[in-house]
């Protein structure tokens, strides 16, 4: 049981290229999330999806895009790169019920130059 | 909107010996939960304990404990007989029982140095 998977685990980006990170979770969640992780700084939502065809805003949105085809996938999009989203971005899942925990992949760092 | 503050960015306590991290946050909900996550350098993020609102008694895993303050609106985490593996990132988190979404809200961490 793999958990939540995150690739890639780095990556250098130039400004205003794009790139897609990848998470997929094999354990049937509806609910997933992305969060960024600034230096010193908690975790702060980017975007949620509830379940497959479903998405929503997060606190810190601009600047990315999501979708979510399949229960599994919840691939994030940065169409421009801009050096204010050099972070350590987290995707989580969950299921569909208030007492239990989410589960955490292991982060992507990303540095945009 | 709710907030989560640790006011402690760094923490050091010298093994075997306790420690406490401070966690406050401001809600004007009653039902919710609230969350100690480790972050080792590894940037796994690992729960560590969880303690439910409508629940007056504190979490307890092992080693590591809460006390929960509701009227306070404290959450603080104390680790007894502390080892070196338990140098890391600490975040405390909020998530509300009402709010569907079942996301977190998180505070800014605490670094804990635990000294040989």
Known sequence: NAGVTQTPKFRILKIGQSMTLQCTQDMNHNYM????????????????????????????????????????????????????????????????????????????????? | ?????????????????????????DTSESDYYLF??????????????????????????NRFSVNFQKAAKSFSLKISDSQLGDAAMYFCAYRSAVDSSYKLIFGSGTRLLVRP
Request: hydrophobic share 30%; charged share 20%.
């Open chain 2, 36 to 61: 100690w996550y480790k972050q080792p350098p590894s940037r796994q993020m690992i729960l560590v304990i969880r303690q439910e609102a409508y629940k007056q008694q504190n979490a307890t895993e």
């Open chain 1, 33 to 113: 999330y992305w969060y960024r992780q600034d230096p010193g700084m908690g975790l702060k939502l980017i975007y949620y999806s509830v379940g497959a065809g479903i998405t929503d805003k997060g606190e810190v949105p601009n600047g990315y895009n999501v979708s979510r085809s399949t229960t599994e996938d919840f691939p994030l999009r940065l169409e421009l790169a801009a050096p204010s989203q050099t972070s350590v971005y987290f995707c989580a899942s969950k299921i569909n019920r208030g007492n239990t925990e989410a589960f955490f992949g292991q982060g992507t760092r990303l540095t945009v130059v």
């Open chain 2, 1 to 25: 909107a709710q907030t989560v503050t640790q006011s402690q960015p760094e923490m050091s306590v010298q093994e075997a010996e306790t420690v406490t991290l401070s966690c406050t946050y």
